[in-house]
T-cell receptor, first 115, second 114 residues
Framework: AQSVTQPDIHITVSEGASLELRCNYSYGATPYLFWYVQSPGQGLQLLLKYFSGDTLVQGIKGFEAEFKRSQSSFNLRKPSVHWSDAAEYFC?????????????FGKGTKLSVIP | DAGITQSPRHKVTETGTPVTLRCHQTENHRYMYWYRQDPGHGLRLIHYSYGVKDTDKGEVSDGYSVSRSKTEDFLLTLESATSSQTSVYFCAIPGQGNFAGELFFGEGSRLTVL
C-alpha cells in the first residue's frame, strides 16, 4: 500500500526566508505526486504535481518541488516566504496504475510565518 | 474551478442520530470521493464511487455508508453518529483534460457530534 510521511508537524520561518517542506513516499512504481495547501477554514488547493519527465516542477505562488526517486522524496521549496504563505501543506501520492485517481495524503505540515 | 458543492456546510447533531452529507458535481465524472480531515491525521479516504451504484471502501469506512443513484450526487451517511465522527468531511472529484490525475475538493462539511 502506498503511504506518505511528512516528518515536520509544524515549521516556523521568518518572512523573506527560504522554505523547504519535506515529503517521503512509499510506492511500488513511478508515483503521481502532489502538494496541496489549505488556508484556515478553507478547502484544499493544488500547488503542483509530478507525473513524469522533468523532476523539478514549478507550481503556483512561487513554489517548486523536486522528485528524487533514489530518496523517495518530493520536497516542496520556496526561495522567499510571504506572510500569506502561512497555511497547512499536504503532500499526496496517487496510484498511477489503477485508474481510480485515489490519493493518499500525509498528515500535513503547518507553516507559521513571523513578520 | 471544478463544479463541486457540498451540503450542509455545517451541522451539529447528537450521538445516535443519522446524518447524511451530500456532494454534488456538475463535471459528469465517473469517480467521486469522500475524505475526512482530522488534526494530526491529514485526509483519509472513507469511500469512493466509480459509477452509478458502484462504490468501494476506503481506509476508514467503518460507521459510514454511501450511495450514488445519479452521476452527479454522492451521499455519505452516518447511520448512528458517534463523537469520533466529529470531523470535517471533504468530497472530491478528479480533474479532466489538462487537470487529469489531480483531485478537486469541495469546500468541506464540518460535522460536530455531541
Amino acid at each position: 500500500a502506498q503511504s506518505v510521511t511528512q516528518p515536520d508537524i509544524h515549521i516556523t520561518v521568518s518572512e523573506g526566508a527560504s522554505l523547504e517542506l519535506r515529503c517521503n513516499y512509499s510506492y511500488g512504481a513511478t508515483p503521481y505526486l502532489f502538494w496541496y495547501v489549505q488556508s484556515p477554514g478553507q478547502g484544499l488547493q493544488l500547488l503542483l504535481k509530478y507525473f513524469s519527465g522533468d523532476t523539478l516542477v514549478q507550481g503556483i505562488k512561487g513554489f517548486e518541488a523536486e522528485f528524487k526517486r533514489s530518496q523517495s522524496s518530493f520536497n516542496l521549496r520556496k526561495p522567499s516566504v510571504h506572510w500569506s504563505d502561512a497555511a497547512e501543506y499536504f503532500c499526496a501520492v496517487g496510484d498511477s496504475g489503477a485508474g481510480s485517481y485515489q490519493l493518499t495524503f500525509g498528515k500535513g505540515t503547518k507553516l507559521s510565518v513571523i513578520p | 474551478d471544478a463544479g463541486i458543492t457540498q451540503s450542509p456546510r455545517h451541522k451539529v447533531t447528537e450521538t445516535g442520530t443519522p446524518v447524511t452529507l451530500r456532494c454534488h458535481q456538475t463535471e459528469n465524472h465517473r469517480y467521486m470521493y469522500w475524505y475526512r480531515q482530522d488534526p494530526g491525521h491529514g485526509l483519509r479516504l472513507i469511500h469512493y464511487s466509480y459509477g452509478v451504484k458502484d462504490t468501494d471502501k476506503g481506509e476508514v469506512s467503518d460507521g459510514y455508508s454511501v450511495s450514488r443513484s445519479k452521476t452527479e450526487d454522492f451521499l455519505l451517511t452516518l447511520e448512528s453518529a458517534t463523537s469520533s465522527q466529529t470531523s470535517v468531511y471533504f468530497c472530491a472529484i478528479p480533474g479532466q483534460g489538462n487537470f487529469a490525475g489531480e483531485l478537486f475538493f469541495g469546500e468541506g462539511s464540518r460535522l460536530t457530534v455531541l
